[in-house]
């Protein structure tokens, strides 16, 4: 959770960053054999090593400790407003100054909005609700299965309509019972006050009895649930509207493309406060996440591909965005240590604390440094390269590389039946 940087959503006081909380920890490094191989490094919150090992990746050693700031309890007033994504673009910083841990949930194919006005309230202010995110929710497991059949007979069969049918109710669905906001029990009206620890922290599927094998957390590979990629993307707050601006010129081309998205979570918008860490946001910033359909099989095409690869191409090349360092297709990474200002830095006290690479790996120096992987036949549908030729797509099921429809530069898999022999 340290090491990759995780966040919640907030420019307020010391944001919403675990790690911008931490004010020292212990880290255990190689060491030479009069040290018994091993020592450990006690850095407090005036060590400026500490900056690296705020958000280490996992590769200047072991963290045995952690030291956090604490703050007095506090409780948290929550409403979701569904609304309409006109003007989304002029909006957003506005909505994270005024609410402490304001958010923006947008789903482009149903032209929707969902304003997140949460701000702290007083401890005595009455209300006790949990926000029980449903996407974090235990399901029956025949309900995910269904669902996932569902929604991978739509894209085998190019059936963007399906799509769509299965965005709209879960949009639906969400404003119903209101993303999981429990006033008690169930949701019975905004706003939904809770303690800070209730709302903060979702998941209700880790809780469930182990003799239940009928329910499942949605995404557990032991009963072939969900499969999804997560693309991650922080922006500068001064180049996001432009990059908004764009998303939409590629939705009004056609909305239906973009209802695979509106299935998962739409596009999550969060906001991270600037940080000291090396390897965290040196400015205020916007974060957007979205989910998508993955298929089975690596070599399998997906519907609408295109999209989301041009999307994702406007968003870290065209306006430079940074990849979250836990969520993205390895193109994400790509040139990615031009991005961070401190990153030599970060590579110094690499070198000081592991100076041999006993924590690097293949993979490490993969996303550390952003290298070009190896391009072979089908390597865009995975992310593991960007299509530079039709092979790289899947030119026998109809998927050949071309340029992006907005962002001209990109180079994405596009699906053309004319092309078929």
């Known amino acids: 959770m340290i090491s990759t940087g995780a966040h919640g959503s907030s420019w307020w006081g010391k944001g919403g960053a675990v790690h911008d909380h931490v004010t020292g920890l212990k880290l255990i490094v190689p060491a030479n054999q009069s040290e018994g191989y091993a020592k450990v490094v006690n850095l407090q919150a005036h060590d400026p090593i500490l900056n690296a090992a705020k958000v280490s990746l996992g590769i200047l050693g072991v963290i045995s400790k952690v030291t956090f700031s604490l703050e007095r309890g506090f409780k948290r007033s929550i409403t979701f407003n569904f609304t309409n994504d006109d003007g989304i673009e002029n ?3 506005e909505h994270a100054k005024k609410y402490e841990f304001g958010d923006i ?3 482009p194919s149903r032209h929707t909005a969902v304003y997140k006005y949460d701000n702290r309230v007083p401890l005595d202010t009455s209300g006790d609700g949990v926000f029980d995110f449903i996407g974090f929710q235990s399901n029956l497991v025949l309900v995910v299965q269904a669902t996932r059949a569902s929604e991978k007979a739509f894209d085998n069969a190019r059936n963007v309509d399906g799509k769509c049918t299965l965005a709209s109710s879960s949009v639906a669905y969400k404003k119903q019972i209101a993303n999981g906001l429990k006033n008690n029990l169930i949701f019975t009206g905004y706003p939904v006050i809770g303690h800070q620890g209730k709302m903060q922290a979702s998941g209700s599927c880790l809780y469930t009895p182990e003799i239940r094998k009928d329910v499942s957390c949605p995404w557990d590979p032991r009963i072939n649930g969900i499969f999804f990629y997560e693309s991650t993307a922080i922006f500068p707050g001064t180049k996001f509207a432009d990059f908004i601006s764009d998303v939409k010129k590629l939705r009004d081309m056609n909305p239906k493309n973009f209802c695979g998205v509106d299935i998962y979570n739409g596009i999550l918008i969060r906001f991270i406060k600037a940080s000291n860490a090396y390897l965290g946001q040196p400015e205020d910033s916007v974060v957007i996440d ?3 359909y993955r ?3 690596a070599s399998t095409p997906r519907l609408n591909q295109d999209v989301w690869e041009e999307v994702e191409q406007m968003a870290f090349f065209k306006y430079g965005a940074k990849p979250h360092w836990a969520k993205n297709r390895n193109l994400a990474f790509l040139n990615v240590q031009k991005k961070y200002p401190n990153f030599n830095k970060f ?23 952003g290298k070009k992987g190896v391009k072979g036949d089908g390597c865009a549908l995975e992310g593991q390269c960007i299509c530079s030729q039709d092979s790289h797509c899947s030119p026998g099921k109809g998927y050949f590389c071309q340029k992006g429809l907005v962002y001209k530069e990109a180079r994405v ?9």
């Open 347 to 369: 590579l110094a006290v690499k070198k000081e604390l592991d100076s041999k690479n006993m924590f690097s790996s293949e993979w490490s120096d993969e996303i550390l440094f």
């Open 295 to 297: 298929a089975d099989d």
């Open 290 to 292: 979205f989910n998508y």
């Open 413 to 421: 898999c596009r699906y053309s039946s004319s092309s078929i022999s």
């Open 105 to 107: 949930q947008w789903y």
């Open 91 to 93: 909006e957003f910083m």
